[in-house]
């Protein structure tokens, strides 16, 4: 669901030239996290982990400012 955001972001740092790859691999982690604790069924971590990656998106966002 955040993946075309990340695309978009990550593909706009690397045309201006902007470091984002720290929030990029928090993004990438936090997902692979998500998925782990869907198929496992712990919810609260799978909530943490959303809003990590969500935090990273923003963190890459903010990056353009």
């Known amino acids: ?5 990340f695309l978009a972001l990550a593909l ?3 045309v201006l030239g902007i470091d984002t790859s720290s929030a990029a691999c928090v ?5 692979v996290g ?3 604790f869907y ?3 712990i919810g609260l971590l799978r909530t943490a982990s ?3 990656s969500l935090g990273a998106l923003v963190f890459m ?4 400012i």
């Open 34 to 36: 998500h998925l782990i």
């Open 12 to 14: 706009l740092s690397l």
């Open 50 to 52: 959303w809003l990590t």
């Open 27 to 31: 993004w990438l982690i936090a997902r």
């Open 1 to 5: 669901e955040s993946l075309p955001a």
């Open 39 to 41: 198929v496992v069924g």
């Open 61 to 64: 966002a903010c990056a353009f």
